[in-house]
């Protein structure tokens, strides 16, 4: 990562380029074993953040008990499933085999 003093030091480059290599990705990283456990482990989380949120909004909105309100809160809870099912999936296709992988070794 390049830091506040590691800028100052070069030489400043010219161009709209430039200032945009800052925020390069490393491709290699996300095609490491590393990268792509991190990715799996950010999509797991995505999931689980989804399902409180859209739980804690379904709940808030039944409180009204308004045709609407119902409505919001049956498809909130339509997609804190398939939420649910996705996270899941995640967990037993990408992260349990390798979980299981490392109590073996």
Do not use: H
Request: with cysteine.
């Amino acid at each position: 990562m390049f830091s506040a003093w590691n800028r100052r030091d070069r030489p400043p480059e010219e161009g709209a380029a430039a200032e945009l290599q800052v925020f390069s990705v490393d491709k290699t990283f996300f095609s490491s074993l590393k990268g792509i456990l991190l990715e799996t482990e950010l999509d797991f989380l995505r999931c689980l953040s989804a399902i409180i949120i859209f739980l804690v909004v379904s709940f808030a909105a039944v409180t009204s008990r308004e045709g609407a309100a119902i409505a919001a809160f049956v498809f909130g809870i339509i997609l804190v499933s398939v939420f649910a099912y996705d996270a899941f999936k995640i967990y037993w296709t990408e992260m349990a085999p390798r979980a299981a992988q490392g109590t073996q070794q």
